[in-house]
């Protein structure tokens, strides 16, 4: 089951500049390590959300699909 991912590359950047805010920020005077953490948190959720919901998945006829409303579903040889 192949995955093509044209964002994956848009991710890795959003990680490393996530990474890098969250290293500059808490070497800040007087930084609040629970508000770095915090904005680690949803500078990650939302890279991970951004490549999550361009990732393309191909699979083979007959194999089981489950996921968000595809649970128990399965794809017929032949159909697409």
Do not use: C, W
């Not at 093509?4 to 991710?11: D, T």
């Not at 800040?28 to 939302?46: K, P």
């Not at 999550?52 to 040889?77: A, R």
């Amino acid at each position: 089951m192949p995955i093509s991912a044209p964002g994956k590359e848009a991710l890795t950047t959003e990680i490393k500049a996530a990474l890098l805010s969250a290293r500059d920020s808490g070497s800040l005077d007087g930084a609040s390590s629970d508000q770095v953490i915090s904005n680690l948190a949803s500078d990650l959720t939302s890279a991970i959300h951004s490549y999550v919901t361009t990732i393309i998945v191909t699979i083979n006829p007959g194999i089981l699909v489950t996921g968000s409303g595809f649970v128990g579903n399965t794809i017929t040889p032949g159909s697409s």
